[in-house]
């Protein structure tokens, strides 16, 4: 069966890497389809995405562009390759009937979520921010509709109280490649009976804006350290503290802290410094503490160096 693959970031490396090690006789990677080489880092050199890299060093041919749908060429490779089956990680493209429709065993797109919950392009973040206590990976048919195609495989996976974007993005990248390889067999051979989703309990989960970053305060400590581990590594969550925009990239929930600190009943305040960690007073007098952060162009940094270097007190305010 010939098998075309489009994805662009590091969330399809395991996907494509396991499709490369697929040993099964049955199946052969025929070509890639990737976004556009984009400007990356302080230099801004123009870089090629890690599905790009992956696919040339394995000598696989590469097609790339910004909207396939605009690409006339994009037709004649597809043709070209005449694949049977279309596998889709994280492309980052809206398709079009003509494309996903061209195979006869249609196209299958490996989702970061338990479908029919969060649908859309970060549902790993809005997981997070939830607060979800179980993700996982569905492999899907893809149809018109936002992430709306009938399921074809689902697996689980549990998130831990301070499990990062970037930590689950990789667990899951790993389980959704895992999943995909053991789909793939009976699903060629017609003995999967994709499953139509239940669009009334369906959620959404929109990309977030660097903008959208700053920590409110006056939630309570679980949602801000929620909103923390969310966006780490990106956007990243944002505060101030003395004039500065400050990135915090870890916290953990702290039920009460030793000695004579109480609550002010200020969010954003300091209620203590302790040996690596700065606790700060949310809202509902709840309390986080604060282990790693950033300030402007400097190196990410523990709360004890924030401590020695920038010398906060109790009763400062993180805004």
């Known amino acids: 069966m010939r098998v075309l693959f ?19 006789p049955d199946f052969e990677l025929v070509g890639v389809v990737s976004q556009p080489d984009r400007p990356a880092g302080r230099g801004q050199k ?39 089956l279309i596998v889709i990680v994280a492309f980052g493209q809206i398709l079009t009937p003509e494309f996903f429709d061209y195979p006869p065993l249609g196209s299958l797109n490996v989702h970061a979520s338990l479908l029919p919950k969060y649908r859309g392009a970060a549902p790993i973040t809005h997981t997070l921010i939830n607060g979800e206590t179980q993700t996982g990976v569905t492999i899907m048919k893809i149809d018109e ?3 709306t195609g009938d399921i074809v495989s689902q697996g689980t996976v549990a998130v831990e109280e301070n499990t990062t974007q970037g ?37 959404y989960a929109p990309r977030m804006a660097k903008q959208e970053a700053q920590i409110d305060w006056n939630r309570s400590a679980p949602e801000i350290h929620n909103w923390i581990r969310a966006l780490n590594p990106w956007p990243t969550a944002a505060a101030h503290f003395q004039g500065e925009k400050v990135k915090i990239w870890r916290s ?17 305040a300091i209620l203590a410094l302790g040996q690596d960690e700065i606790i700060v007073e949310c809202g509902q007098t709840t309390l ?17 160096d924030f401590v020695n270097g920038v010398k906060p007190r109790v ?3 993180f805004t």
Do not use: C, W
């Not at 395991?14 to 490369?20: D, H, K, N, Y």
């Not at 986080?288 to 004890?304: K, V």
């Open 252 to 268: 953990r929930r702290v039920e009460e802290i030793e000695g004579d600190s109480r609550p002010s009943g200020r969010p954003g």
């Open 46 to 84: 123009l870089t090629p995405p890690p599905v790009k890299v992956l696919a040339e060093q394995s000598g696989l041919p590469v097609f790339q562009s910004e909207r396939l749908r605009d690409h006339p060429d994009a037709l004649q490779f597809l043709r070209e390759k005449d694949p049977q």
């Open 167 to 203: 930590e689950l993005e990789d667990l899951l990248a790993h389980q959704g490649a895992q999943l995909l390889i053991q789909t793939l067999p009976p699903y060629a051979k017609g003995e999967m009976r994709p499953q139509p989703q239940d669009h009334k309990k369906a959620t």
């Open 145 to 147: 509709g936002m992430d």
């Open 288 to 304: 986080l503490s604060l282990g790693e952060l950033q300030l402007p162009n400097r190196a990410r940094i523990s709360a004890r």
């Open 315 to 317: 009763g400062d305010l």
């Open 6 to 24: 489009l994805g662009t970031p590091e969330f399809a490396i395991p996907s494509l890497q396991a499709l490369l090690n697929f040993s099964n």
